[in-house]
């Protein structure tokens, strides 16, 4: 009778524990993050832009139901993440979730809203079909909205949803000049940059004329590949800028290399020997590195023609960054046609390097023959971690302190227009990005924009590392249920002959 008295008594307690655990998590929700770089643990940006958030924000979540594992899982992480907004904001972040699969007014809204169905395999009874599916959120702060069409994985997934509560709340946003004149890309050129500059800036295009201080009131100019010569009364109104402690990103392309002749020939813009007085020296050559993109060639065989992709190493894919906020987070950047840059400078001006080439590069000078058909060896990249990209700060003019990031490369983050156009590697964009963000204000968002794994594929490993992690990967799962085996079997072996022996007491 105790005994039954006595597992009662426990049998409530643990029903009581666990109603009360569920009533705690209603209130409180923690968890645990184990990944490298805290992937699932809110960013110090993300709490800084809840905390002040002074009105509410509802987050109208567009999911659909019954949809596979993958996705579930998206539901459920996008879920979590707006508990976690919702504790840090205290209250107002305040969110819903709805299926529009089956209910014609709720699909209306969602496509009105923004959020646009995708097709998605589903396997049903042996057989796949496709099925509409609505992964997206609609954000509204008063009568401002925002749109998240498609919810992402990851660190991308924090970096949508902070900067669209982010754009949601500024309201007075500092400005940014991208010059013109000079053969620069157009705005219409930038989709990818403008779209995540104009979550903080007002993005405007700027010509340069005689009136006094027209960048005064930006935070920050950029300059983008420059085609032509800036005029002597052009530079002097950079040097003005700049001696009042402007902030400019200046994307130069010092050569240029033309795929339809196959020639490469240097760039005079006059920017060049401006940046040289403050011993900045961006040389006229192309940098050639072992790691880099690939070209499609043409080729012939019998009366078949066919398209090969080939290294092209004047073509760097840049993996070689400083631990800096503009490049924290970065892995792979493409740069088309780049040059070394150099510091010649006293110590006046800090020359911070942050983007290199690889310990396998080289250097011709322009004029140069791109030769696709050339056999590269180890001697055609004697040197290593040739500067890029570099911050420079200090009084560059003459005037207060002023800073400036500079790159050897203005093609990096260009989309094109019309038919030209093609999408960028978001590393690309993002180094861009960073580089005026770093200038105008660090919002934070720097951190979000880059967080989460992209990718780290097989092909960057030395080909003797890779053949090894692969027969690893094979070998060690055999080896580890082996030994396993061998171990069980032993004790099973000693278990008995202690049972054949005389007295034995289980």
């Known amino acids: 009778m105790k005994n039954r008295k006595?597992?009662?008594?426990?049998?409530?307690?643990?029903?009581?524990?666990?109603?009360?655990?569920?009533?705690?998590?209603?209130?409180?929700?923690?968890?645990?993050?184990?990944?490298?770089?805290?992937?699932?643990?809110?960013?110090?940006?993300?709490?800084?832009?809840?905390?002040?958030?002074?009105?509410?924000?509802?987050?109208?979540?567009?999911?659909?139901?019954?949809?596979?594992?993958?996705?579930?899982?998206?539901?459920?992480?996008?879920?979590?993440?707006?508990?976690?907004?919702?504790?840090?904001?205290?209250?107002?972040?305040?969110?819903?979730f709805i299926n529009p699969n089956g209910d014609e007014e709720a699909e209306m809204e969602a496509m009105q809203n923004g959020v646009q169905p995708l097709l998605i395999n589903m396997r049903e009874k042996d057989q796949v079909k496709q099925q509409k599916a609505y992964l997206g959120a609609v954000l509204q702060m008063g009568d401002r909205k925002e749109v998240i069409p498609f919810v992402q994985q990851s660190g991308a997934m924090e970096y949508a949803l902070s900067s669209s509560i982010k754009k949601l709340a500024v309201v007075n946003k500092p400005g940014v000049a991208f010059l013109q004149g000079h053969g620069e890309p157009q705005l219409s050129e930038l989709q990818q940059v403008k779209a995540q500059l104009d979550v903080l800036y007002d993005v405007r295009p700027v010509t340069l004329s005689d009136t006094a201080g027209l960048l005064d009131e930006f935070s920050a100019a950029v300059i983008l590949r420059p085609a032509t010569a800036y005029a002597p009364w052009e530079i002097d109104q950079l040097e003005d800028y700049m001696a009042k402690g402007g902030k400019l990103?200046?994307?130069?392309?010092?050569?240029?290399?033309?795929?339809?002749?196959?020639?490469?020939?240097?760039?005079?813009?006059?920017?060049?020997?401006?940046?040289?007085?403050?011993?900045i020296i961006i040389e006229?050559?192309?940098?050639?590195?072992?790691?880099?993109?690939?070209?499609?060639?043409?080729?012939?065989?019998?009366?078949?023609?066919?398209?090969?992709?080939?290294?092209?190493?004047?073509?760097?894919?840049?993996?070689?960054?400083?631990?800096?906020?503009?490049?924290?987070?970065?892995?792979?950047?493409?740069?088309?046609?780049?040059?070394?840059?150099?510091?010649?400078?006293?110590?006046?001006?800090?020359?911070?390097?942050?983007?290199?080439?690889s310990e396998r590069s080289g250097t011709q000078p322009a004029p140069v023959y791109f030769n696709i058909q050339k056999q590269w060896t180890e001697n055609d990249f004697p040197l290593e971690h040739l500067t890029i990209g570099a911050l420079v700060s200090g009084k560059l003019m003459g005037g207060i302190q002023s800073s400036m990031v500079v790159f050897s490369d203005g093609d990096f983050a260009v989309n094109g227009q019309g038919q030209q156009a093609q999408q960028l590697a978001d590393d690309n964009v993002s180094l861009l990005v960073n580089a005026i963000d770093w200038l105008s204000d660090d919002t934070g968002l720097i951190s979000l924009r880059t967080k989460g794994v992209t990718s780290r594929p097989l092909a960057e490993i030395e080909e003797g590392t890779r053949t090894l992690l692969k027969w690893l990967n094979f070998i060690l799962p055999l080896f580890i249920i082996i030994v396993y085996g061998l171990i069980r079997r032993q004790r099973k072996n000693a278990l008995r002959v202690k049972r054949m022996e005389e007295g034995y007491v289980k």
Not at 28 to 49: E, G, H, N, P, V
Not at 69 to 75: D, F, W
């Open 249 to 279: 990103v200046l994307a130069l392309n010092r050569v240029d290399g033309n795929l339809q002749n196959m020639q490469g020939n240097a760039i005079e813009t006059g920017l060049e020997q401006w940046l040289a007085e403050a011993g």
């Open 6 to 96: 006595t597992y009662l008594y426990q049998l409530l307690i643990i029903v009581g524990v666990v109603i009360m655990v569920n009533i705690l998590s209603g209130t409180f929700f923690t968890r645990l993050d184990f990944t490298a770089d805290r992937q699932y643990t809110l960013s110090d940006a993300t709490k800084d832009i809840l905390k002040d958030l002074d009105e509410t924000v509802t987050v109208t979540a567009y999911f659909t139901g019954d949809l596979p594992a993958v996705y579930t899982t998206l539901k459920r992480d996008f879920k979590n993440l707006l508990i976690e907004y919702s504790q840090a904001s205290r209250g107002n972040v305040v969110y819903e």
């Open 284 to 357: 006229s050559d192309f940098i050639v590195d072992k790691r880099c993109a690939t070209v499609g060639v043409r080729q012939q065989q019998g009366f078949f023609s066919y398209t090969t992709q080939m290294p092209f190493h004047y073509l760097p894919r840049v993996a070689d960054f400083a631990d800096h906020p503009v490049t924290k987070g970065l892995e792979n950047v493409v740069f088309p046609f780049v040059s070394s840059i150099t510091f010649t400078g006293d110590s006046t001006v800090v020359f911070t390097p942050v983007v290199s080439s």
